[in-house]
């Protein structure tokens, strides 16, 4: 049986990301494409960030479960350009955060005003809540803020649009 790209792109949702294991490295928008030419499969990802310290193990981890399924040769390439942008997090990525509690980048990434702007309204991932106050700009990771819901008093991580 011929596999086609999409294939590939189905089995790579079991990859998940090491530090939100609720999301697949697709949900995440890290990888960038898939090619497959002449019995080589090559799987293009992008870093959240530049050092980002889980591409490694991210790499094994699509390595090894390529090779678990028969594969021949398998090329994980990593592009840093463009540089990846929580707005490749798909909307199934999205409400997964929610349900695992932490809250969903809000707006595009081009708008700096969400970026950068401390009054951004962030709702609570447990209660739906918009009364919500930044405790500080880094949460359990860099790529996430640490907020406290007002309503139910519970804190939560936000992670940051950029």
Known sequence: ME??????????????DPEIPVLSVVDLGIVRDVKVQE??????????????????????????LLQETGEGEITVTTVLHPAWTTDWISESGKAKLQAYGIAPPVGKSPDKSVLFADDVSVPCPRCNSEDTTMVSQFGSTACKSLYKCNSCKE????????
């Not at 596999?3 to 998940?16: C, R």
């Open 3 to 16: 596999k086609n790209e999409q294939y590939y792109w189905d089995l790579l949702e079991e990859v998940k």
């Open 39 to 64: 019995g080589v499969v090559e799987i293009i990802i992008t870093p959240t960030y530049s050092g980002c310290p889980a591409m490694d193990f991210i790499e094994v981890n699509i390595k090894s």
């Open 155 to 162: 804190p939560f991580d936000y992670f940051k649009c950029h």
